[in-house]
């Protein structure tokens, strides 16, 4: 099935796969490739340590590491489910190149980001792992470890965690509308994504089911608390606050 402009069969999955296309409104903000380069913004200076203070001051989060690595985790979460929701029922996936995302920093996930312009892509492996993981997670990952600490791992895990709940989400889909070519070819698609050597290491897949490697933080939130898929099974101590990583 080729793109439609407006990616309509996104929409019955949920707003994290939904995604806004064509160049309306979208001259104020910042791209993501600028996001990525440390690039400023007339309107919000450096737009990912806007992002990081934004959700810092909305979770009240103890440090920055713990904002950027949930803003991390909301980002890499809008890219897998379109990008994965595509492949599966497109066969075809959206260009994401950075330059071509329009970012709102000061916008909540799901409604931040806006494709300018729709060019198909192959809907295999290869390509999810090109655009996604190489195009967004790694130069994302660089960035928010050399200004917030942030530990390799944990993002990596993130990145994983994020892959695995878009694949659920889509198998949810599936199932109730008889569409078991799309769960197995969600299926087929993650397998294969999480053989990536980026994500190898991540955590442990089993059928739908994922449980990482690393902790995201979020625990350390003022009433956070484990995410489904937390390598512990109960917070850990101050003493263990410099290694959930």
């Known amino acids: 099935m080729d793109l439609d402009p407006e990616l309509t069969a996104l929409a019955p999955l949920g707003a994290f796969f ?15 490739a600028d996001t990525y380069a440390h690039r400023t913004s007339d309107v919000y200076g450096d737009p990912l340590d806007f992002r990081v203070r934004k959700v810092a001051d909305a979770l009240h989060a103890p440090e ?3 904002a950027a690595s949930i803003a991390q985790q909301g980002l890499a979460a809008r890219l897998w489910s379109v990008a ?12 994401l190149e950075p330059g071509l995302l329009c970012w709102d920093p000061d916008g909540s996930a799901p409604d931040d980001l806006r494709l300018t312009e729709l060019r ?23 960035a928010l470890h050399a200004r917030f600490r942030v530990a390799p791992g944990l993002l990596w895990g993130n990145a994983g965690s994020a892959l695995a709940g878009a694949a659920r989400q889509l198998h949810r889909w599936a199932r109730p509308h008889g ?10 698609l993650t397998v294969r994504l999480f053989a990536h050597p980026l994500l190898a290491g991540s955590g442990t897949l089993t059928g739908t089911e994922f449980r990482r490697r690393s902790c995201c933080l979020y ?6 608390g484990l ?9 850990p101590g101050p003493s263990a606050h410099g290694a959930s990583g």
């Open 227 to 235: 995410c489904g898929d937390c390598c512990f099974t109960r917070p």
């Open 179 to 188: 569409r078991t070519d799309a769960a197995a070819r969600t299926r087929a």
């Open 84 to 95: 994965l929701g595509s492949a599966v029922l497109y066969g075809r996936i959206p260009d």
């Open 120 to 142: 198909p892509l192959p809907g295999d492996a290869a390509q999810l792992a090109d655009t996604v993981l190489h195009g967004h997670l790694e130069p994302l990952a660089a």
């Open 18 to 32: 939904v995604l806004p296309t064509g160049a309306a409104a979208t001259t104020s903000l910042p791209t993501l």
């Open 219 to 224: 625990y350390r939130v003022p009433g956070g």
């Open 64 to 66: 920055p590491r713990v």
